[in-house]
């Protein structure tokens, strides 16, 4: 079965960085998109950044410039660098991916891992 492992989250100081890592496994024939979400205490969850395994990105406006969505598709694998952090960036961070196994697309969700910008 698929799995979507996250990794690299942490404490980090205000304009200090970090890069957050999804890796799908199990029996995939294709990730299409894979998405960064996020999800504040008390807010409703947010997609931050999203990507294609033909390259395309897009990014909500309050990280444009700060993060970067980048993909390993090889590995399967996507990467969130993120700089500049502020405060209001501190949340959940969520990985979701699109995947198609023999001859369906399933999406799935990552466990999540927390990114916490102190001040």
């Known amino acids: 079965q698929v799995q979507l492992v996250e990794s690299g989250g942490g404490l980090v100081q205000p304009g200090g960085s970090l890069r957050l890592s999804c890796a799908a496994s199990?029996?995939?024939?294709?990730?299409?998109?894979m998405n960064w979400y996020r999800q504040a205490p008390g807010k409703q969850r947010e997609l931050v950044a999203a990507?294609?395994?033909?390259?395309?990105?897009n990014y909500v406006d309050s990280v444009k410039g700060r993060f970067t969505i980048s993909r390993d598709n090889a590995k399967n694998t996507m990467f969130l660098q993120m700089n500049s952090l502020k405060p209001e960036d501190t949340a959940v961070y969520y990985c979701?991916?699109?995947?198609?196994?023999?001859?369906?697309?399933?999406?799935?969700w990552g466990q999540g891992t927390q990114v916490t910008v102190s001040s």
């Open positions: 990507s294609t395994s033909g390259g395309t990105t």
């Open positions: 199990g029996s995939i024939f294709r990730v299409n998109t």
């Open positions: 979701y991916a699109i995947i198609a196994t023999g001859g369906t697309f399933n999406h799935y």
